[in-house]
């Protein structure tokens, strides 16, 4: 049964909004998507109803605000199959979350002249981590590169494997060519060598099921608000054996068990990660943001998507000078674009004032333009609560760009 699109759409304040006088064509979704109401009223109510500081409080509301919040830690961890509530750590994001793997790990599993392997398609968020860890430990980044059509050459990581690899980090799915790696090939690969996976999830969360335990990945990372919940709030998975065997990110409040001024004992997972005031408010309503997923179902999700994919490729291969960056079969909910020698700023402001949000540029993926030799594309992606419709706006607004600057 097909997905009750209108339905869905009233769940979404913002989707009834006006930009310039027209109704508001909101095709950036990789970047953030929109937030159904009941996301929005949990943080209300978390607010009005639950607020105190959690963990440390004997009082009524702390202990309902405890109890909301690792209440949230296992709804993340049934929605990702985790062995246990103990491996799921919030983060501010998926940023944050790569972040703590190449401190916490990096930090103390690597020396100088060990290897990361991370591929050619990442987000900077995946690269700039790496190199921060290189200018203080002295390990070496490897990068397993894409083939012209975007698809990741897996057969080249096997070879680049060395005794002196530490960690291979790749993303699920990629932010500017819609690539979906074959993760659980690259996770047996690296395993047959010993060597630890983290995967960047920020793309693939909002858009297809995942299951760390069937994918046996050590390290799997996403970000609430690409998955219809609020900023502020990600997600960092790890095998527990993992998360024991690397120190604490952050030092603070939470993470303690004991505090001398000679010494400090740390608290037990998942709490040894999570230094200060988590964001209970938001993970109750990433929470809630989940609940609603899976009430829409992932399947569903997944095929409502993959057929404006199909549609929007169709509808926009027929429009003179369309070049796609990112050709792979396998690939998630968003293209990326070029018409003739029309810059993305110049596309994405026409659009802009027909009221269809796009991002233009190189999506913190700059390697990828490097690759392709260009400064920037043109992304539109979707969520669960675009249209064809919407697409048809979207191909009439390009067109309307190209005769603009080739006529
Ligand atoms: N990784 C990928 C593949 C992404 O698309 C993004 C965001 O666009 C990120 C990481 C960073 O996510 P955040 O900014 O939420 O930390």
Known sequence: MGLDINKIRQDFPILTKEIYKKPLVYLDNAATTQKPLCVIEKITEGYCNCNANIHRGVHFLSQMATEAHEAARENVRSFINAASAREVIFTRGTTEAINLVASSFGDSQCSEGDEIIISQMEHHSNIVPWQLLQSRKGTTLKVIPFDENGILKVEELEKMITPKTKLVSVTHASNTLATVNPIKEIIRIAHAHDVPVLVDGAQSIPHFSVDVQDLDVDFYVFSGHKVYGPTGIGVLYGKERWLDAIPPY??????????????????????????????????????????????????????????????????????????????????????????????????????????????????????????????????????????????????????????????
Do not use: W
């Open 250 to 407: 952050q030092g603070g409040g939470e993470m303690i068990k004991k505090v001398t001024f000679e010494k400090t004992t740390f608290n037990e997972l998942p709490f040894k990660f999570e230094a200060g005031t988590p964001d209970y408010i938001g993970s109750t309503a990433l929470s809630a943001a989940l609940d609603y997923v899976k009430g829409i179902g992932l399947e569903n999700i997944s095929k409502h998507e993959h057929e404006l994919l199909e549609y929007a490729r169709t509808r926009m291969a027929e429009i003179e000078g369309m070049r796609f960056i990112g050709n792979s079969p396998q690939r998630s909910g968003l293209v990326s674009f070029l018409v003739g020698d029309i810059h993305p700023y110049d596309m994405g402001s026409i659009l802009d004032k027909l009221g269809i949000a796009v991002r233009t540029g190189h999506h913190c993926a700059e390697p990828v333009m490097q690759a392709f030799g260009i400064e920037g594309t043109v992304r539109a992606s979707f969520a669960m609560y675009n249209t064809k419709e919407e697409i048809d706006t979207l191909v009439a607004g390009i067109e309307r760009a190209r005769k603009m600057f080739h006529h």
